[in-house]
């Protein structure tokens, strides 16, 4: 323990930048974001994990000045966000799907309130997301999000990131690609819905006496839940492309910021 910590105070400014590009991991990215987690735990969990990383990651022994040295955290931190933005893009794609179906199935106007990060969220959107950080843990996801953030030490060394319009291209790609797999989730869903709606359109053709408005609404939840529980099974496949275009998204974005 004592020659961690005099390991720690010969590289105090590596240290720093170390758990500058941890902290802005953990504080965006799904899960270790989460409000219910106390601040003082995820700084103090960036902290043990900086002083892990600091024997493992091969940089040589730097001296800043007060103000490059602010630079440099301010670029780390930049980072870290960055690693995290990418992660959360694709779990936010569950409540854009959710949201579709919602809004399909009648759940629209029945969004809850989500008290962990204290925004509404959708129904089946919750659902979704439920099951995806539960299947995320299942296979280790947490542990992916910390060795892509060892691994970008080998793309982006310590204050050596530089901000071209090929990053920002990269993240509008990946943006774009989440929308795609919202529509995706979504789709099975939506198709059971339409069907159902054109069954309502010539029931109501053929019998016009019929409120069509008092029997569609039950009808179409009943049909949209039924829809979702079957694909659970197709979803669960999807979850698994959802991790690996994530997993593919950072390295990608690493990539490109490695060229500048």
């Known amino acids: 323990m004592e020659n961690l910590m005099i390991e720690i105070i010969n590289k105090y400014q590596i240290f720093l930048m170390i758990l500058v590009r941890m902290t802005g991991l953990f504080f965006i990215t799904p899960i270790f974001s989460r409000d219910n987690i106390p601040n003082i735990l995820k700084i103090g969990f960036s902290f043990f994990c900086s002083t892990i990383l600091i024997n493992i990651i091969e940089v040589d022994i730097i001296a800043l000045t007060p103000l490059e040295l602010l630079v440099f955290s301010i670029k780390e931190l930049l980072v870290g966000l960055m690693l995290g933005f990418v ?131 039950p009808l179409k939840i009943f049909i949209g839940l039924a829809a979702v529980t079957i694909t659970i099974p197709l979803f669960l496949a999807t979850l698994q492309n959802i991790f690996s275009s994530m997993n593919e998204g950072i390295y990608n974005l690493l990539k490109v910021i490695q060229k500048g």
Request: with cysteine; hydrophobic share 55%.
């Open 87 to 217: 992660s959360y893009l694709f779990f936010t794609v569950l409540y854009l799907a959710g949201q579709i179906i919602d809004m399909q199935i009648g759940f629209g106007m029945v969004n809850v309130l989500d008290p962990q990060q204290n925004i509404q969220i959708p129904i089946m959107g919750s659902f979704y997301y439920i099951i995806c950080i539960l299947f995320f843990l299942i296979l280790d996801g947490h542990h992916f999000l910390i060795e892509a953030l060892v691994n970008s030490y080998d793309y982006i060394p310590i204050g050596q990131i530089k901000f071209t319009g090929d990053m920002v291209n990269q993240l509008v790609r990946i943006l774009t690609q989440t929308f795609i797999i919202s529509f995706k989730i979504s789709g099975p869903v939506l198709a059971a819905i339409f069907l159902a709606d054109v069954l309502l359109g010539i029931l109501a053709k053929t019998m016009p006496q019929m409120n069509v408005f008092i029997v569609g609404m």
